[in-house]
């Protein structure tokens, strides 16, 4: 199988990866095979919470908006551990089964202290963390991404990650995401952030939004431009909640000047990751 075949049945495969848990928050029952294993991402503006069992099957998940992250650190600890104890509490409960084994992920270049305060989030839920990773490594797992650049657009940073052979070669992480462009609507119509975030996140406003948040998108695509120009690519995956946002991909692929792709429910991808890439389940 070519090359390009091959990494098209696996974008299939993490498509329908993220199509299953979108089930799942939507009420869908699952019934788990064998060990849990969970994924938690602790976002600038939403927590995700993923469970996957032995056949990497996801089984339950839990999504809340949070502000108690900011640029992928976290400067309100007991607001974050209250609402992951809770969310574990709630899937313990759902699912009939305790919750043991966790993984949890940081932006590139997160410094060790940083790190240490996100795993204590979900450690203080009662979950054992056996492996904090970086965010775009766990988007490519999901994506079965063998070459190109995995570029997470979170609520607070844009995070890159340069993939080669099926290993990461390079990342970065530069401020500007999804917040960025819910201050630029909130000053545009002189409204709160969190009127401007409802407006952002309703796609049908968000073909007259793109004028104004098109600088945005600008200086997102001249983030990506400066990180991978140094690189032989040719793909980019956009992944985070804020890609979703229309004319994004056509304002990265015009200024890259790489083709560019977004998977169907992009905000899912990176806590799936999570979940996969967590080193074993529960007894």
Known sequence: MREDERMKVDISCGERLCQAFADCLAGKVSKPKGDLRVGVDLGTANIVTAVLDSEDNPVAGKIQKAQVVKDGLVVDFVGARTIVSKMVEELEENLGRPLKYAACAVPPGTTFADCKSTKYVVESSGLEVLDVLGEPQAAAKVLGIADGAV??????TTGISVIKDAKEIYTADEPTGGTHFTLVIAGHYNISFEEAEDIKLDETNQAK??????????KV???????????DIDIIYLVGGASSLKGLKDVVEKRVGIRTYIPNHPLYVTPLGIAL???KGSD
């Open 151 to 156: 570029v997470d657009i979170g609520g607070g």
């Open 209 to 218: 939004l793109f004028p104004i948040l098109h600088p945005v998108m600008e």
């Open 277 to 279: 890439l967590c080193p």
């Open 221 to 231: 695509a001249s983030i990506i431009e400066r990180h991978v120009s140094q690189f």
